[in-house]
Nanobody, 120 residues
């Protein structure tokens, strides 16, 4: 059974930093695109950042220059370094990945979410 486990969330003051991690476990032949989404109370889930298997990244305009997404394919782990955090970054952050199973099918998996709270 494939699982994504996030860690690193918490409470931080505005201007501070946090680093989120997302580790994949289970039988996966290959991990393709990965990404981070977030959902604030009363708002829709939105893409924060994405990264391809080759390392190409993309970011939401609201986090460009402050957040950095990366991945370690050997460890099957993705990271989100968040600097200069703002109160509006407060949300539940979810990691997601497209994984290829040994039979060749591709599935989209989601983590359980980790809370990030930025105080002003």
């Amino acid at each position: 059974q494939v699982q994504l486990v996030e860690s690193g969330g918490g409470l931080v003051q505005a201007g501070g930093s946090l680093r989120l991690s997302c580790a994949a476990s289970g039988t996966i032949f290959r991990i393709n695109n990965m990404g981070w989404y977030r959902q604030a109370p009363g708002k829709q889930r939105e893409l924060v950042a994405g990264i391809t298997s080759g390392g190409t990244t993309n970011y939401a305009d609201s986090v460009k220059g402050r957040f950095t997404i990366s991945r370690d394919n050997a460890k099957r782990t993705m990271y989100l370094q968040m600097n200069s955090l703002k109160p509006e970054d407060t949300a539940v952050y979810y990691c997601t990945m497209y994984g290829i199973l040994p039979g060749g099918l591709e599935y989209n998996y989601w983590g359980q979410g980790t809370q990030v709270t930025v105080s002003s």
